[in-house]
């Protein structure tokens, strides 16, 4: 029952360096999600993924870009990482839309720029 | 713009004594709406969601919630908090038209033994 799984857990990047984080899920949902959470901030989404082939920007999605591969993996990329970046990244899916349970959340991964 | 606010930062609690935990929304329309929890270095799990009949929702772990369209809010309760209960909650609104949630800042709260 791995639900959602991201990879890696922790890292730190240096400014200006590049990064990919990983995302897949095996419950067969259709959309999935990249959220940032920040002290005092809540969840803001930075891209989403209605269906395999599509995505789109949310609240907060400069300095990032996403891939669906296909419908199990969505990834998130920082081209040129900034301090600002450093943040929570949680990845998400959901039957498509908001399904009954709303969303299924992977375990988050801890970026750190310095 | 919808919005989704969570008033208090913290909310304090003696274990066996009820817990109240707000939200408070502003959208259009009728909006779907969840409670999320999150405990230390974990994801978000699913504790309860409002989407039409009746106003007061049951969840997990003895969680409910109480839609109230006229105050707009969607207040998390539960009659007797465990030490356990001791999390981070969030509020989460899907506005009519939208397929994605926002969330609240989120409510961190502690349960004294």
């Known amino acids: 029952n791995a639900g959602v799984t991201q990879t890696p857990k922790f890292q730190v990047l240096k400014t200006g360096q590049s990064m990919t984080l990983q995302c897949a899920q095996d419950?067969?949902?259709?959309?999935m999600y990249w959220y940032r959470q920040d002290p005092g901030m809540g969840l803001r989404l930075i891209y989403y993924?209605?269906?395999?082939?599509?995505?789109d920007k949310g609240e907060v999605p400069n300095g990032y870009n996403v891939s669906r591969l296909n419908k199990r993996e969505f990834s998130l990329r920082l081209e040129s990482a900034a301090p600002s970046q450093t943040s929570v990244y949680f990845c998400?899916?959901?039957?498509?839309?908001?399904?009954?349970?709303?969303?299924?959340f992977g375990s988050g991964t801890r970026l750190t720029v310095v | 713009a919808q919005s989704v606010a969570q008033p208090e930062d913290q909310v304090n609690v003696a274990e066996g004594n009820p817990l109240t935990v707000k939200c408070t929304y502003s959208?259009?329309?009728?909006?779907?709406l969840f409670w999320y929890v999150q405990y230390p270095n974990r994801g978000l799990q699913f504790l309860l969601k409002?989407?039409?009949?009746?106003?007061l929702v049951k969840g997990s772990y003895g969680f409910e919630a109480e839609f109230n369209k006229s105050q707009t809010s969607f207040h998390l309760k539960k009659p007797s908090a465990l030490v356990s209960d001791s999390a981070l909650y969030f509020c989460?609104?899907?506005?009519?038209?939208?397929?994605?949630?926002?969330f609240g800042k989120g409510t961190m709260l502690l349960v004294s033994p």
């Open positions: 419950m067969n949902h259709n959309s």
């Open positions: 959208v259009s329309g009728n909006p779907y």
């Open positions: 409002y989407i039409t009949g009746d106003n």
């Open positions: 989460a609104v899907r506005p009519p038209g939208y397929s994605t949630l926002t």
């Open positions: 993924s209605a269906s395999e082939g599509t995505t």
């Open positions: 998400a899916s959901s039957e498509g839309g908001v399904s009954l349970y709303g969303y299924t």
